[in-house]
C-alpha cells in the first residue's frame, strides 16, 4: 500500500461517520499537519458515501490546526443526481472541528460537451532531467516534503537563501513513492507544492479555505505544476495552482486563500 493510502485510510463506524489516524508524516512548517492532507480524510470518507466516483469541486474551510492523533469525520449526503452529487464532511480533533469540506462529486470518465482549452501546460524540461527544487535543503519539520517530490530546471531561489522576488514557479510533482495520481489524491497535491510566497522570502503561511476543481483523471505519475500568488494585502495572500499531466491535459486547478504569520 503506497504512504497516501495508508496515512489517509479512514474507516466507518456507521450512519456516515468514519475514525481515522493523523501522522506526522506531512506536516507543513511547525509540524502541523498540511491542509492537503487534511482534506484527503473527508474526500475519502464522502467517496464512501457518495455514488459518483471523481470529486470535481472542493471547498474546504480550515477553523483550526489540526492535531496528530485519532480524529473523527462525520459525513451527510445533501443530494444526489443522475450527473452530480453533493456532500458535507467535517474533520475533528476530540470534541474540536478542524476542517469543513464541502465538495460536489460526478464520474469524469463519462463527460462529454464541448472542450476550449485556452492556457497551456508549463514548458519544464523532462522530469530526470530536472533537480531537487529544494536544492537539498529540507527543513526536518516539514515532512511533506519527504512524501512529495518537486523537481524543476534548478533549485528554486528560496531555497538556495536567494529569493527571486517573482511568487511563480514551475515544477513537476508526484508521490515520492510512485503512487499515481488519481482524482482522489489531487487535492492533496495541489496544497502539497511550495508556495509561492517563497520567494518573497515568506516561509510559512496559513490556509484559510482551499478550493480544488478537478478537471481530468490524470493519465501520467508525474505533472506538471505552475503555481501563482498576484496579491498579498494586508497579510493576506491567494495562491493559485495549475496541475498538467505529460499527455497536456489540464486534471486539476485551485485557489487558496492564505494568511502570513502577524510581524
Request: aromatic share 6%.
Amino acid at each position: 500500500m503506497h504512504e497516501w493510502d495508508a496515512d489517509t485510510r479512514v474507516d466507518p463506524t456507521g450512519d456516515g461517520r468514519f475514525t481515522a489516524h493523523l501522522t506526522d508524516r506531512w506536516s507543513g512548517p511547525g509540524g502541523r499537519p498540511n491542509g492537503g492532507y487534511l482534506v484527503a480524510f473527508c474526500l475519502r470518507a464522502l467517496g464512501e458515501v457518495l455514488p459518483h466516483p471523481d470529486p470535481l469541486v472542493v471547498s474546504a474551510h480550515y477553523l483550526r490546526p489540526g492535531v496528530v492523533g485519532p480524529v473523527r469525520v462525520d459525513t451527510e449526503v445533501v443530494r444526489t443526481g443522475r450527473r452530480l452529487s453533493t456532500g458535507e464532511a467535517r474533520l475533528s480533533c476530540g470534541d474540536r472541528e478542524v476542517l469543513r469540506v464541502v465538495a460536489s462529486y460526478a464520474d469524469l470518465g463519462a463527460a462529454t460537451g464541448r472542450t476550449l482549452v485556452l492556457g497551456e501546460a508549463p514548458d519544464l524540461p523532462p522530469p530526470d532531467e530536472c533537480v531537487d527544487v529544494h536544492g537539498g535543503a529540507r527543513r526536518s519539520d516539514i515532512t511533506v516534503a519527504d512524501r512529495v517530490d518537486l523537481r524543476a530546471p534548478k533549485p528554486h531561489g528560496w531555497a538556495q537563501g536567494r529569493p527571486t522576488g517573482t511568487p511563480h514557479t514551475e515544477f513537476w510533482i508526484r508521490f515520492a513513492d510512485g503512487r499515481p495520481a488519481d482524482t482522489a489524491s489531487l487535492a492533496s497535491l495541489v496544497d502539497s507544492a511550495a508556495p509561492a510566497v517563497l520567494e518573497l522570502g515568506e516561509m510559512d503561511s496559513t490556509t484559510v479555505e482551499l478550493t480544488v476543481h478537478v478537471r481530468a483523471r490524470p493519465l501520467s505519475e508525474w505533472l506538471a505544476a505552475r503555481v501563482t500568488t498576484r496579491y498579498l494585502v494586508g497579510g493576506h495572500h491567494e495562491e493559485d495552482v495549475e496541475l498538467w499531466d505529460a499527455t497536456g491535459q489540464l486534471v486539476a486547478q485551485s485557489r487558496q486563500l492564505a494568511l502570513l504569520p502577524a510581524g
